[in-house]
C-alpha cells in the first residue's frame, strides 16, 4: 500500500518538473500581469470550477480576501467564487439547468475589466464553457487552470495554462501551485505600486 503514496510522489514530480519549461513560465508571467492590470484598474477576479476546483476558487478566492501568506498583513484583494452557496446552486440547477449557473453569476456580478478564472482538469464542463463565452462578450478577461490537452475550455481561454497530464489529482495539485504562485506574484506587485499597503 506504501507504494501508492511513493508513485504519486514520484509522478507528481515529473508533472512539476515539466512545468519548470520556459513556455510554462512565460504564460505565468502573461497571467500574473492581467491579474495585476484589472486589479489596478478596481476589477475583481472572478473563480469558478466544479468539485475539487469549486473548492480551490473558493480556496485561492480566500487568499485574496483574507490573507496569503502568514507575515504579509495587507489590503484586502477583490475576488470571489462563483460556487457561493447551495441555494444558488440549486435553484439554478432546477430553474434553468446546471449548466448555466456560473454563466449567470457572471451576468449578474461581472463588469467589463474583471478577470474570470477557470479551473477545470478535463477543460469539458458545460457550465464553465458558458460562463467563458458570457465573459468574453462582456469584455471580461478570461484565464484557464486546464489540465489534458484544455478540452473546449481553452478555445475561449485569453490566457491558458494546460497542466501537461492526464491524471485528475497531479492535475489538481499543479493547479493550487500555480494559483498560489500567481496570488504570491499578484500581491508583491500590487504591494510593489503601492495598489494596496501593508496593515
Known amino acids: 500500500m506504501r507504494n501508492i503514496f511513493k508513485e504519486a510522489l514520484i509522478e507528481g514530480i515529473k508533472v512539476k518538473t515539466r512545468l519548470q519549461n520556459e513556455m510554462y513560465t512565460d504564460i505565468f508571467e502573461k497571467m500574473g500581469n492581467l491579474l495585476v492590470k484589472c486589479i489596478i484598474n478596481k476589477g475583481k477576479i472572478l473563480f469558478c470550477g466544479n468539485g475539487g476546483s469549486a473548492a480551490d476558487a473558493q480556496h485561492l478566492a480566500a487568499e485574496l480576501l483574507v490573507r496569503l501568506r502568514p507575515k504579509v498583513n495587507r489590503d484586502p484583494i477583490a475576488a470571489m467564487a462563483l460556487s457561493m452557496d447551495t441555494s444558488t446552486i440549486t435553484a439554478c440547477a432546477n430553474d434553468y439547468g446546471y449548466e448555466y449557473l456560473f454563466e449567470?453569476?457572471?451576468?449578474?456580478?461581472?463588469?467589463?475589466?474583471?478577470?474570470?478564472?477557470?479551473?477545470?482538469?478535463?477543460?469539458?464542463?458545460?457550465?464553465?464553457?458558458?460562463?467563458?463565452?458570457?465573459?468574453?462578450?462582456?469584455?471580461?478577461?478570461?484565464?484557464?487552470?486546464?489540465?489534458?490537452?484544455?478540452?473546449?475550455?481553452?478555445?475561449?481561454?485569453?490566457?491558458?495554462?494546460?497542466?501537461?497530464?492526464?491524471?485528475?489529482?497531479?492535475?489538481?495539485?499543479?493547479?493550487?501551485?500555480?494559483?498560489?504562485?500567481?496570488?504570491?506574484?499578484?500581491e508583491e506587485k500590487l504591494l510593489e505600486n503601492q495598489i494596496i499597503t501593508r496593515t
Open 104 to 186: 449567470r453569476n457572471i451576468r449578474a456580478l461581472g463588469r467589463k475589466g474583471d478577470v474570470l478564472i477557470c479551473i477545470s482538469t478535463s477543460g469539458m464542463s458545460k457550465n464553465l464553457e458558458h460562463a467563458a463565452i458570457a465573459a468574453k462578450s462582456m469584455e471580461i478577461t478570461t484565464i484557464g487552470f486546464l489540465g489534458n490537452k484544455g478540452g473546449k475550455l481553452k478555445e475561449h481561454c485569453d490566457q491558458s495554462l494546460i497542466i501537461p497530464s492526464s491524471n485528475t489529482a497531479r492535475i489538481q495539485e499543479c493547479h493550487i501551485i500555480l494559483g498560489h504562485s500567481l496570488m504570491e506574484y499578484l
